[in-house]
């Protein structure tokens, strides 16, 4: 047995030498080997430091940091940008807790992050969901229902907020501009989780960002898509925010003990997009196109892009849609074989993450491995990623945190109500959350995901689930 399990594992997947169509954004180090991250690069290890004498301190920040911080709120145009070392995760609490008050009752996507979906059950928040739409045609999640998005906002006079995902996994915008403007006139503050949108704004080829579009706070993943370390990410706020309770929760959700590595990141990632991120990017837009073409020459796969469907979209991530009747999963399983790690699949679809940093033997490599794809070789049942709507909520999620639970076979618990998150992974989107009730269309899913080697987080052994002990007798919201 290995003394060194971890340390030997990635060693082994470094080996490989994958072209890397997934985070983090500086590729395998490809975005800092310039000399404009010359010390920072050769010296990493020594760069591993907290706060000494003549830094500065994150958690109340009043030299170099406050100085790059300012940089960074300057270049993205907020009222005032924070680093954060723990990832969106910790935006995404930081926003949710200052922004809103225990029993607030907020809007927020079905398809949203898990970080969100915690925060709305720490903070102690009546959650109403928006739906989603689907693409028949590409099995996959699109946005979210713009009418019922304004239904609700019409109906329900006592919604504080709104929690919207821009983009989403697979590059899909939502119009959250108007989204901004129907909040504006019904005074509900909107919080965006951009953790794929670090990168928006800075070429015209690119949507617009979530900050410019007049967003109360916006959180980026600066790793997911910049030449920074992966956890680190950006959090900027407009000029309603409640400077001081937003402070609070940052200290509280953030490490006392930063590395100045992913400081130095942080910093290095402003300045690349500062100094060469719109050339830079006009670049990739351009390879990307090329690239795109060629592949939508070849049969069974395609490109989705912005023409397909109804929204904006990134065109610097590819959706890899296959044709009906082929797995994602088994496309995704079959690149990496070739050496193309991807960022993530469905049943449908694979999700490729580009950057400046991708090089066109990448995309070349890319290209032939699908050329050269048996696609007979992945051919699967196809689960249709079809709506199955809003579940219905029988307790509060965090009254269903603290309720007794038990343990059950997930093939019997239809009718039961849900004890803990059930979170395929990726993309990290809950299926089921606390105090939801469990139908057999959630058993068939969960059952499919299984089947399909996606890990599936609250799914015990791939067998168990757990439920509420007792139903819910005390507290029916059915
Ligand atoms: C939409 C979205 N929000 C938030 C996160 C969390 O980001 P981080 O990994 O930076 O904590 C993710 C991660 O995949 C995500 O996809």
Do not use: W
Not at 118 to 136: C, D, G, Q, W
Not at 338 to 348: H, L, T
Request: a negative charge.
């Amino acid at each position: 047995l290995s003394k060194l399990p971890i340390i030997e594992a990635v060693g082994d997947y470094v080996k490989e030498n994958n072209s890397l169509f997934c985070t983090p954004g500086h590729k395998g180090g490809a975005g800092f080997m310039s000399s404009l991250s010359e010390g920072f690069v050769s010296d990493i290890l020594k760069y591993d430091i907290t706060e000494v004498e003549g830094l500065d301190n994150l958690q109340n920040p009043e030299g170099v940091i406050k100085t790059s911080q300012e940089l960074l709120s300057k270049l993205y145009g907020s009222e005032e940008s924070f680093f954060l070392v723990n990832g969106s995760t910790s935006g995404n609490f930081i926003m949710i807790f200052s922004s809103f008050n225990e029993g607030d009752k907020i809007l927020i996507e079905r398809n949203c992050h898990k970080s969100v979906y915690n925060a709305v059950i720490m903070r102690k928040l009546e959650p109403v969901f928006i739906k989603n739409t689907y693409s028949e045609r590409y099995n996959a999640p699109l946005s979210i229902d713009r009418s019922h998005f304004s239904d609700i906002l019409k109906n329900q006079k006592d919604i504080k907020g709104a929690v919207i995902t821009y983009p989403n996994y697979y590059g899909v915008c939502c119009d959250l501009e108007g989204i901004i403007s129907e909040c504006r006139e019904a005074n509900v503050k909107v919080l965006v989780d951009s953790a794929h949108g670090a990168h928006f704004g800075i070429n015209k080829g690119l949507p617009e960002s979530a900050v410019r579009l007049g967003a109360d706070m916006v959180v980026m993943s600066a790793h997911k898509t910049l030449p920074s370390l992966t956890q680190t990410a950006y959090l900027h706020v407009g000029k309603a925010a409640d400077l001081e309770k937003i402070r609070f929760y940052y200290n509280s959700f953030m490490s006392t003990s930063p590395s100045y590595l992913f400081l130095c990141s942080l910093e290095y990632s402003r300045f690349y997009l500062e100094t060469k991120g719109n050339e830079d990017y006009r670049r990739l837009l351009e390879t990307a196109k090329r690239y795109r073409d060629r592949i939508n020459g070849l049969e069974h796969v395609h490109v989705v892009g912005r023409e397909d469907i109804d929204y904006e979209i990134d065109a610097t991530r590819y959706i890899l849609n296959v044709e009906k009747g082929y797995s994602g999963h088994l496309l995704l399983d079959y690149l990496r074989k070739r050496g193309a790690q991807a960022e993530m699949s469905d049943g449908s679809n694979v999700i490729l993450i580009l950057s400046p940093f991708n090089g066109e033997e990448d995309f070349e490599r890319l290209l032939a491995s699908l050329r050269e794809c048996d696609f007979e070789e992945l051919k699967a049942d196809m689960q249709e990623a079809v709506s199955y709507g809003i579940p219905s909520l029988k307790m509060l999620p965090h009254e269903a945190i603290d309720a007794g639970k038990e343990s059950i076979s997930f093939l019997e618990a239809e009718g039961k109500v849900c004890g803990e998150s059930i979170v395929p992974y990726p993309p990290g989107v809950p299926f089921l959350m606390p105090g939801e009730e469990i139908n057999k269309k959630h058993i068939e899913i969960i059952q499919y995901f299984i089947d399909n080697g996606v890990k599936v987080l609250g799914i015990n052994e791939n067998k168990h689930i757990v439920i509420i002990r007792n139903g819910c007798a005390e507290v029916n919201r059915g």
